[in-house]
């Protein structure tokens, strides 16, 4: 059953991962670079930074929500948007400027790489929960956390639907009728179905983004700063439409404990 989900092609992957988000002028020195890459690796930096913003930050994304300044919800979001788009444009940027400098290897710019990968998750991951607060969401399990960001990252604008596409092949039977209950169980299954979807679908946006921030010349700087900045807006304006309307009604939490990790 979870053939339909499951991305099988890791050379399919890496060359989508270099077509995407990146000038023409440069997609044949990211696709050299992704060349080096493992696949897997670059799944679980994807997943450490998801599980680093959903497991312990709940509390910090509600605080932030209130400190936020604006009298209703949109305005709320702009600031936050924009505040995170400076902090990730200016990472990018930064990145891309220490890529450049001649004594900086192959090897310490792809590490750093993987920490810019890491880093911009997690923060994704808080902007994500940050909106998520502005709307009002009951305290979450760390699973509905999990469903949250996973979904925003990987479908973008169609999270709703993509959300319900992988609940209902978990056997969750979601419909736009008649709100559901998603059992924990279910909701853990299809966070697994996700995560295994993380490199082709998200992976393929952010991580040509990354990898083109580690260009020389100064280009770098330029795709780093500039991609990030927009990935941000544009993130924060689809977390925002996916909130406004949840694919279920509530998690059924009364038989399962809840706990586990990606």
């Given at each position: 059953?979870?053939?339909a989900v499951?991305d099988r092609?890791?050379s399919?992957t890496?060359?989508?991962?270099?077509?995407?988000?990146?000038?023409?002028?440069?997609t044949?020195?990211?696709?050299?670079?992704?060349?080096?890459i493992?696949?897997e690796a670059l799944?679980?930096?994807?997943?450490?930074g998801i599980e680093?913003?959903t497991s312990?930050r709940?509390?910090a994304?509600?605080?932030?929500?209130?400190?936020?300044?604006?009298?209703?919800r949109p305005e709320k979001?702009?600031?936050?948007?924009a505040?995170?788009?400076?902090e990730?444009?200016?990472?990018g940027?930064?990145?891309?400027?220490?890529a450049?400098?001649?004594?900086?290897?192959?090897?310490?710019?792809?590490l750093?790489t993987?920490?810019?990968?890491s880093?911009f998750?997690?923060?994704?991951?808080?902007?994500i929960?940050?909106i998520?607060a502005?709307?009002?969401r009951?305290t979450?399990?760390i699973?509905?956390?999990?469903?949250w960001?996973?979904?925003?990252l990987?479908?973008?604008s169609?999270?709703?639907q993509?959300l319900?596409?992988?609940?209902?092949?978990?056997?969750?039977g979601?419909n736009?009728?008649?709100?559901?209950?998603l059992?924990?169980?279910?909701l853990?299954a299809?966070n697994?179905a996700?995560?295994?979807?993380?490199?082709?679908?998200?992976?393929?946006?952010?991580?040509a983004?990354?990898?083109?921030?580690?260009?020389?010349?100064?280009i770098?700087?330029?795709?780093?700063?500039?991609?990030n900045y927009?990935?941000?807006r544009k993130?924060?304006?689809?977390?925002?439409?996916f909130?406004?309307?949840l694919?279920?009604s509530?998690?059924?939490t009364?038989?399962?404990?809840?706990?586990?990790?990606?």
């Amino acid at each position: 059953m979870y053939g339909a989900v499951e991305d099988r092609n890791d050379s399919d992957t890496k060359r989508a991962m270099a077509r995407r988000q990146l000038p023409l002028f440069v997609t044949k020195a990211v696709a050299a670079r992704l060349a080096s890459i493992d696949t897997e690796a670059l799944t679980r930096t994807f997943l450490a930074g998801i599980e680093t913003a959903t497991s312990a930050r709940w509390d910090a994304a509600v605080a932030r929500a209130a400190a936020l300044p604006g009298d209703v919800r949109p305005e709320k979001i702009r600031a936050l948007s924009a505040s995170f788009a400076r902090e990730l444009g200016a990472l990018g940027a930064a990145a891309g400027m220490a890529a450049a400098a001649p004594a900086v290897g192959t090897t310490a710019t792809l590490l750093a790489t993987t920490v810019e990968l890491s880093w911009f998750t997690a923060r994704a991951g808080d902007l994500i929960l940050t909106i998520a607060a502005l709307h009002g969401r009951p305290t979450p399990t760390i699973e509905e956390r999990r469903a949250w960001v996973l979904a925003v990252l990987i479908f973008g604008s169609t999270a709703r639907q993509g959300l319900t596409g992988v609940a209902n092949q978990m056997g969750a039977g979601l419909n736009e009728v008649t709100p559901t209950r998603l059992s924990l169980a279910t909701l853990r299954a299809t966070n697994g179905a996700m995560s295994r979807l993380v490199v082709r679908r998200y992976g393929a946006r952010r991580g040509a983004i990354a990898l083109g921030t580690a260009l020389p010349l100064g280009i770098g700087a330029v795709v780093g700063g500039g991609a990030n900045y927009l990935a941000i807006r544009k993130l924060a304006a689809q977390a925002d439409s996916f909130f406004a309307r949840l694919p279920y009604s509530a998690i059924d939490t009364t038989s399962i404990e809840v706990a586990g990790s990606l």
